[in-house]
């Protein structure tokens, strides 16, 4: 009977293991069960992208509002002067910006050699971003009369605050995982990215004050010309800071995800690797995402009478 028993125990499956109650559990039960929680913590950490995707789509409605609303007015002659500037001033700067793009296209080449190949669309679309986000500091200060005593509009009017907030927090996200994983990445991989969100957020921020300072016009058939600008100035540099800092975190996130997913081992570690993994790809749609959001935003205001001559 010993002899029995010693040879049952010999011949048992391994993917059984005995609990601590003496009951038997098996391995690929446990096995389930970490996969199951693996799925839902990427689907919950899939969710804010598409939270912030929704808020952009809604973003794009209020483009649509001031955009119609500029139609049924006749703005004055520094209103329409004022909407042919800022036009031009766009275009200008923009083109400052594929300028710097290109050179950080070179730069790359210089500091990486050939593996400077897979750097050159984002370095180029970088120094598009920047010349977006320097066209908008740079814009001048309209020449209209504004109303006496100085009325100024409120952030909420301009644009949605939790699309503000969560600029805020990507770029400070960003910056904090550059920080941590400083040890495991290139220095001037490190440098870049902290510096261009960095930077991003600084010329946001400055182009966001600007327009909330800036007084409103006296003359009533300006103000949907003015409130139409400091829509679309809100919009593209908190867009355009946006994706300069969620993409990098994606980017980041996933080399962290897949290198320690070679590394740890057991049931509870191997969490953490889809948690990067997810966050990473959470953060590349949403940046991609806003991105698409941003290229319609591009479009400079402009009024051309259609709406009257209907």
Known sequence: MHGFLAGTRATAPRNWRTAVGGGVVREDDNDTVGRLIAVVLFVA????????ARGWSLAAG????????????????????????????????????????????????VLFAEAS???????????????????????????????TPPQHPRRR?????????????????????????AGSLD?????TALVVPLVAWALAEVALLRVLVRPLPAE???VPVDEAQRTWTAHLVVAAASVLALLPLGSLLLVAGIDL????????????????????????SAGLAVAGYLLTWLRPVRHTSRALAG
């Open 117 to 147: 190949v897979f750097l050159w669309l984002p370095a180029l679309a970088t120094g598009l971003l920047l010349g977006v986000l320097l066209a908008e500091v740079t814009r001048s200060r309209p020449r209209w009369a504004v109303v």
């Open 62 to 109: 209020r483009r649509a509002v001031a955009g119609a609303a500029v139609e049924f007015v006749a703005p004055t002659s520094a209103g329409a002067d004022q909407l042919t500037r800022q036009a031009t001033h766009g275009r200008r700067v923009r083109r400052l910006g594929l300028v710097l793009g290109l050179a950080a296209v070179v730069v790359s080449v």
């Open 157 to 181: 009017d301009q644009m949605s605050l939790p699309l503000l907030w969560t600029m805020r927090a990507a770029v400070a996200g960003e910056v904090l995982t550059a920080v941590l994983l």
């Open 220 to 222: 009533g058939a300006d």
């Open 45 to 52: 950490l899939i969710a804010p992208a598409v939270l912030l």
């Open 187 to 191: 220095r001037a991989v490190t440098i």
């Open 261 to 284: 997913g070679d590394n740890v081992g057991g049931d509870g570690a191997g969490l953490v690797p889809v948690a990067l993994v997810a966050g990473g790809f959470s953060a590349l």
